[in-house]
């Protein structure tokens, strides 16, 4: 982890624990959990913030279900929602009706000639 990553860590961690002063949150984070990844110490540090019966940050060193929720659904991914013909979203049920493909670089999904639709918008100004 970079030191933003810590930083944002230990102030997210006082945030919800307010009793445990930033500044030795900031400390442990980098005396014990510096070699960890961000995404899992970001959660393992709120799952214990966030726990009764969690009195210190350094409960987050034993094995326990924080680091368990730390790697849950990590091999799953979330898929691109955008149709890659006409870029909006369409529900299981609904194909594409674009015949073409958008340019990547095209403003106006649906439109095939984009010089003449640009140019129209600008006979209307």
């Known amino acids: 982890m970079n030191e933003t990553e810590r930083d944002r860590i230990a102030a997210a961690t006082n945030a919800l624990r307010p009793d445990w002063p930033l500044r030795s949150i900031r400390t ?4 014990n959990l510096r070699a960890r990844g961000y995404r899992d110490t970001a959660i393992a540090m709120a799952y214990i ?3 009764p019966e969690t009195k210190t940050p350094k409960r987050v060193l034993e094995a326990g279900p924080w680091w368990t929720a730390a790697t849950t659904n990590r091999a799953t991914s979330t898929p691109d929602p955008f149709c890659r013909r006409c870029r909006f979203v369409h529900g299981p049920d609904q194909p594409c009706e674009q015949l073409e493909p958008v340019p990547p670089d095209a403003d106006t ?6 010089a003449a639709a640009r140019a129209a918008l600008k006979e209307t100004e």
Do not use: H, L, M
């Open 49 to 51: 913030a966030c726990d």
């Open 28 to 31: 442990f984070i980098d005396d």
């Open 109 to 114: 999904p649906g439109v095939t000639d984009y």
